[in-house]
């Protein structure tokens, strides 16, 4: 056996920094002693690890990341994916592929850190769904805003809230004071307008399709404040929830747990986090938000539990939006872990009736 087939026997972990074009290999041996430290190019990457013995590869998840993992886990190797913000202080110093490469190498040995599952090429095209669909949501809000602006110019105005834009726009195009080139763009707007909420239409579904194909999220999308979209979400961008030790954990993750400053004994807690995927938090944060409004303007309702009520009273509208998010999201962890259906809440009045009698 020569040297070179030697050494890479004796690998025993390789962190690579991806790119486009050229890769990065750190490796290391049994001792921890540096043992390849190589830049590739796209062909030449995977002609070397097609020759080399089983190991277990690092690599920062990032764009094409799950690509790579598939390839590489088809060769027989094991690969495991990590957040950029946790590999970072693994950097010793100055920023190039050599020193990332180094910091994967390390930070897969730590015994703390958590990894990325990877994705099946199933589970991408459905991101694909939802990020096309958010991309036609923004366009949408983006032209709405601008025949907003274009027909105040003209002394038109119409009432807030997206279902107004296409009445608008009828009435925009009865007005007899517009000349005759403002028509022209005001109706290249309202095709333009037609066009994207036709696109919306079928995107959601396609995205209802796959939601009722998912026994996970049709149960997820019995709690209130998740729909198909939220549901969906918490699939698609949620690791595996049996990786958290908790509900708290997973909701922390999420990014809707309060910053910690605390020291010498003194509790001291910030703004929230605002970590995890925030698609996802927005999508928790504003689902919770329509259930505070559903409960403030039928207090008899179902949802208006004893806590919710009291958590009403207490807090400021965005602070219980917040708070109940939290709570959504450690429900679903729950339901994700245990298989259970939600049980709808009990209500303010039902609870009351029980308590007297």
Not at 196 to 215: F, G, P, V, Y
Not at 231 to 251: C, E, I, Q
Request: with cysteine.
């Amino acid at each position: 056996m020569s040297v070179k087939e030697t050494i890479m026997h004796q690998l025993v972990r390789i962190g690579m920094d991806t790119s486009k074009k050229v890769f990065q290999l750190h490796g290391v041996d049994a001792e921890e002693r540096v043992a390849l430290s190589r830049k590739l190019s796209r062909h030449q990457m995977i002609r070397f690890f097609e020759k080399l013995p089983p190991t277990v590869i690092g690599i920062e998840a990032c764009g094409a990341s799950h690509h790579w993992a598939r390839t590489l886990g088809a060769l027989g190797h094991e690969v495991r994916l990590m957040a950029p913000q946790l590999v970072k202080p693994y950097v010793r110093r100055s920023k190039n592929d050599a020193a990332d490469a180094e910091a994967l190498c390390e930070a897969m040995s730590r015994p703390t850190m958590r990894f990325v599952p990877v994705k099946t090429v199933e589970q991408q095209a459905a991101l694909m769904l939802v990020g096309m669909r958010e991309r036609l949501v923004g366009r949408r809000t983006q032209l709405a805003n601008s025949i907003r602006g274009y027909a105040a110019e003209f002394g038109l105005t119409a009432p807030l809230g997206l279902s107004r834009v296409e009445p608008f726009l009828r009435q925009i195009a009865s007005e007899d004071i517009l000349p005759s080139l403002a028509r022209e763009m005001f109706a290249q707007m309202a095709e333009e307008y037609g066009a994207l909420m036709e696109h919306i239409r079928e995107l959601d579904e396609k995205l209802a399709t796959w939601h009722r194909s998912q026994e996970v999220s049709r149960r997820l999308s019995g709690i209130p404040g998740i729909g198909p979209l939220g549901a969906a979400l918490l699939l698609m961008k949620a690791p595996d929830p049996h990786l958290f030790r908790s509900g708290r954990d997973f909701a922390a993750w999420i990014g809707l747990t309060p910053r910690d400053h605390s020291s010498g004994g003194k509790v001291r807690h910030g703004g929230i986090t605002r970590a995890g995927d925030s698609r996802l938090r927005s999508t928790l944060v504003v689902g919770a938000t329509t259930v505070l409004r559903h409960v403030r303007q039928n207090k008899q309702s179902r949802l208006a539990t004893p806590w919710l009520v009291s958590l009403l009273g207490r807090k400021k509208a965005k602070l219980a939006a917040v708070a109940l998010a939290n709570r959504i999201a450690r429900i679903a962890w729950k339901l994700m872990t245990s298989g259970e259906t939600y049980r709808k809440p009990v209500a303010v009045d039902a609870m009351t009736a029980a308590t007297a009698s």
